[in-house]
Nanobody, 120 residues
Framework: VQLQASGGGLVQAGDSLSLSCVGP??????VGWFRQAPGKQREFVAG????????VYADSVKGRCTISRDKAKRMVYLQMNSLQPEDKAVYYC????????????????WGQGTQVTVSS
């Protein structure tokens, strides 16, 4: 399976956006959302285990973002609220066999991600 992120766009500060990616469909996988701003390293945003729906969030988005999965549709979502200019980045979803970890190197990524731009 190759996870491709979609749903990005240009929004204004304070707006909301929902990103999507196709889920793994396997119970022992975790899906993470990551982002990479220009000139910065890719960073963990949120993660969810496919089987139990356990979630983990980066402090920078806690309270503003919600990660969820729909097993029937085999989709993983990242709902982002109260977006700020510092949230501007390319967002990726990554797949890991096992539990959620913040270690980016332990995820597999595919595709170009989806661009989120927030104007002030």
């Amino acid at each position: 399976v190759q996870l491709q992120a979609s749903g990005g766009g240009l929004v204004q500060a304070g707006d909301s956006l929902s990103l999507s990616c196709v889920g793994p469909g396997r119970t022992n996988h975790a899906v993470g959302w990551f982002r990479q701003a220009p000139g910065k390293q890719r960073e963990f945003v949120a993660g969810i285990t496919w089987n139990w729906g356990t979630t983990v969030y980066a402090d920078s988005v806690k309270g503003r973002c919600t990660i969820s999965r729909d097993k029937a549709k085999r989709m993983v979502y990242l709902q982002m609220n109260s977006l700020q200019p510092e949230d501007k980045a390319v967002y990726y979803c990554g797949l890991r066999n096992g539990e959620i970890t913040l270690k980016i190197s332990e995820y597999c990524f595919w595709g170009q991600g989806t661009q989120v731009t927030v104007s002030s």
